[in-house]
């Protein structure tokens, strides 16, 4: 049980590793969360294959739906230190000194500067692209993923969208 554990924890801190410097080095957070996925999906069975005798496939299944929900938390929080607002804005406020003049957070977090900055993001990543003035999803997986986050937003919160009343 103990070597179980100590697997989880050594291919999840090796997937985060790995997310952190691919995204630092080549600046796309969806190559890092990917990389780390498939470290933590195909590494742990693999170790725990290499580790467990004689091998029990129930035992890797549990461990990978464990360590596959604490990935899905990282992959959580570190989309929210990275997208957050106020976490930006703390950041800005620090880098300031510790203080900093509001109309100078006005003119950096407009609505518009922001919707180009997110849309800027979206198409360098290739998620979108940019066709006769409109944006457009860059595959269909993407379509598909949309329309069941907003399904789901809508199942569980009755809303198709953060700026719905």
Not at 36 to 42: G, H, M
Not at 112 to 118: A, G, S
């Amino acid at each position: 049980m103990m070597t179980i554990f100590m697997a989880i924890v050594i291919i999840l801190i090796i997937a985060a590793i790995c997310d952190l410097l691919i995204a630092r080095l080549s600046g796309k957070r969806l190559l890092g969360y990917m990389a780390s996925f498939l470290i933590t999906l195909i590494g742990l069975p693999l170790v725990l294959a290499s580790v467990i005798s004689p091998v029990d496939i129930y035992a890797i299944v549990v461990a990978l739906g464990i360590a596959l929900m604490w990935w899905f938390i990282y992959l959580n929080l570190a989309q929210a230190v990275e997208s957050s607002l106020r976490i930006r804005m703390l950041r800005e406020i620090d880098a300031e000194g510790g203080s900093v003049d509001i109309d100078k957070l006005k003119l950096i977090y407009n609505d518009d500067r922001l919707i180009r900055i997110r849309l800027k993001r979206l198409e360098d990543g290739g998620a979108v692209r940019l066709k006769d003035g409109r944006h457009h999803l860059n595959s269909g997986k993407l379509e598909k993923a949309a329309h069941f986050f907003t399904a789901l937003k809508r199942l569980l919160l009755n809303r198709r969208s953060q700026f719905d009343v």
